[in-house]
């Protein structure tokens, strides 16, 4: 047996944390389809960024918060249909991705796979998915109170401007835990931990805690089981936490009285 | 009870803030006031303007354009003309209809955490005040705990108007106060709100599809139906002929003596 990898271990644990913690906003606001579209935009960012020699992470962050300004707009014009928009709009950049990407990579792209990190891309991945965390919880009053009325956040001076905080937080997730679960699955992984949270609290606090923690250890249990078995870590990690919420289910029955 | 005396002084109708200040003051004033939805104009030309400590009622007959007028007033839509507001002042809203899903995982408390600034490290004088304000709302303190999306229509309705004056806002806005409510409860608002004029100066602006309340606890009225129909002291504007020209022909009839009246529709849905 293979000693264990501690740097990926770390990064899978704040990555995951990070993408509980955001992804309970985004299941929340019904975004979940549109948060799994939104990853699938990573991919002609990482074509460009190959084409052009840079660290993909730079083409994913920008075609990234680029979507995440779009979904924004879209939002605040509430009479266009904005999931299938951005579903057509975000699936055919999949393709276009699939197109330009070279062969040798795409796998790559798609499932994930953890490039030996520098120190330096070590600590900056680290510091951001850390950061991320951070101001999820720090801003969870605003968003939520967004999510339970938009009417009643308005006159509670809470402006449409931290919505547009809350898609750049989770672009930056997205666009870092792409390293460790790849495009297709980084959607699942913000929603997952979320969903089971959901299943397993009654209050917000309890329900945002449990989705950053349960993202944490179903990522280091997804990475430490690949790493042993040899096996690409992003698809362990999406199985393990599908496994979990099913676990979870029973619990939905118990948890809620009836209205 | 302290409400009930409040409630024997509802007929002081003619009570008036000059008791805290010399001069009745201006708390807003509207002018001209327009509003297109989706190119339609469904609020043109209203004038009006509310004093501090006083209740106007807005009435008027279903898609009229009431609740676009209090969300005009809320600064939640665009609109022409010119609603000022004595600046800084602070406002809470009872929408006419709130809805959470059942599996929102959020508590009563942490719902009126969102007021208060703080979710994770709630100030503990806030949370301490919470228990009286359900009791003055007739709710029992085990919701405090409950899931929001696990409560009754009633219980939510109830818990909006607390939630709505937790922190003593110097406006209230009610949005059909006491449409999912009993009878009892409906009293109970009314009370509380005299006994908050009294007590704290707060100014009341509602919706009511229920003229004997308009009737009874108003001081002014405003009559809207796509325009300012007719505004005024209850007892001047709401005259029968008035009546019929807002609602129709068929409809409400209000008979100031006995405090009953026939032919009430349902409150129905607003736009």
Known sequence: MASLPIAQLCIAAVIGAASGAIGSFILLRKMALVGDAVSHVALPGIAVALAYRVDPFWGVITVLLAAAAIIWWLEARSRLPVDALVGLLFTASLAIGILTIPD??????????????????????????????LLTFWLARPFLFAIVSEDLARIGKVGRGYELLLL????????LGIKLVGTLLMGALTIIPAAIARNLSAGMRQYMITAAVLGATISIAGVAAASIWSIRPGPVVILLGVGVFALSLPAVGLKRPAG | MAAQEVFASQLDRDFLPGERSAMPSKVLEVEN??????????LSDISFSIEAASITAIVGPNGSGKTTLLRALLGLLPCQGRISWTPGISMGYVPQRFAVPPSLPLTVTEFFLLKSGRLWRPDLAFIKHLPHELELMGLPLSVLDRPLGSLSSGQLQRLMVSWAMVTHPAVLIFDEPTAAVDVGFSDT???IMH?????????????????????THASQVLCINRSLVCQGPPQEVLTPEALRQLFGEVGWYHHPHGHHHLGEGSPGEER
């Open chain 2, 189 to 191: 608002i009314y009370q």
């Open chain 1, 168 to 175: 750049v937080i989770f672009s930056v997730v997205v666009a």
């Open chain 2, 195 to 215: 006994r908050l004029i009294h007590e704290r100066g707060t100014t009341i602006l509602l919706v009511s599809h229920d003229l004997n309340v308009v009737w």
């Open chain 1, 104 to 133: 040798t990579e795409i796998l790559e792209s798609l499932f994930g796979a953890f490039p030996a990190l520098s120190p330096l891309a070590f600590g900056a991945t680290v510091g951001a998915a850390s950061l991320s965390l």
């Open chain 2, 33 to 42: 006031l327009g509003v297109i939805l989706e190119g339609e104009q469904v």
